[in-house]
């Protein structure tokens, strides 16, 4: 099959989904209500073939079917056909990593509950024992409560059993002085900085430059990305310490990312770009279109 007639097969397949899958193949929610959920259950048995050219990371796992962050979002990319998955971490009170996004616990757990008196219910300001007591699930649905809030090493092992990618986002490195170590600690402490990890399964990153920067100087031989989209004459800089630049879709155009990629990254490689809150219906045209080399759907 030659690349038009396969992306047109691709973009006929996601369309068929649509009607069927609704939200879960379009982006355009999370399954929260009734027809969500239903919807959710749909997407988790459907396989993507189509999940080929560009890399494609399921971004915060497979979250159009599980709640994301979580170990079952992790299940469902598998099921899915995905081979990469973005995660968030963050640390506890306590020094402890964690998987999860908001810098708060409110929206994806049941924190208010478990704990009304700890308002503004920051991750920072809980202990890894007082995380694990929370649900992490049923705000996607009831078919969730069992979730928690994964702690880095659970959301490693899964990842293993699955034989899956790894895009680690360390979320909010400002208000965590020294994760990038204990991050690293983790890693090796887990097998994720033997030398498969490293060359095939396994990228850093962040929206803090200084913290890619660090994370390059612990461990110069993985491979690293800075979110965002720093000015065209700044990229030299960049391109000393990472291997991508990562943008939002809409803060960048094609000549962009082909400036990006006359670059050369950390280890010697052109500079990748992997785009965020790209649709995963349309993925190949828009990659193709943008000269990504990967997108976070």
Known sequence: M???TFRTAAATGCALLVAAVGPACTGTAHAASPVGLATARVADAVRFPWLVGPVVV???????????NTL????????????????????????????????????????KRVFPQRAPWRVRDF????IARLDAGSWF??????ERVPTLRE????????????????????????????????????GWLD????????????????????????????????????????????????DQ??????KVDARYVAAVHRLRGAHGHRLDVFAWDVPLQNHLGIASTYGFDGVIV
Do not use: C
């Open 2 to 4: 030659n690349q038009r």
């Open 195 to 242: 030398r498969q990890h490293v060359r095939r399964r396994l990228v850093v990153q962040s929206f803090g430059a200084n913290s890619v920067r660090t994370v390059h100087g612990l461990v110069p031989e993985v491979r690293t990305g800075f979110l965002g989209n720093p000015p065209l004459n700044a990229l030299p800089s960049y391109a000393r310490y990472v």
């Open 155 to 190: 959301f490693l092992r899964r990842m293993d059993e699955h034989d899956l990618r790894l895009l680690l986002e360390i979320k909010n490195p400002q208000l965590y002085p020294g994760i990038e170590a204990r991050i690293v600690k983790e890693l090796s402490a887990a």
């Open 127 to 130: 202990t890894a024992a007082e």
């Open 245 to 250: 630049i990562n943008p939002q879709l809409s």
């Open 72 to 111: 079952a979002a992790v299940d469902a990319a598998e099921r899915q056909g995905f081979k990469w998955v973005e995660n968030d971490v963050q640390q506890t009170r306590d020094g402890k990593l964690v998987v999860v996004h908001d810098g708060t616990l409110t929206r994806t757990t049941n924190v």
């Open 58 to 68: 399921a971004h915060r796992g497979a979250s159009r079917a599980a709640p994301e």
């Open 141 to 146: 649905g009831k078919g969730f409560a069992r």
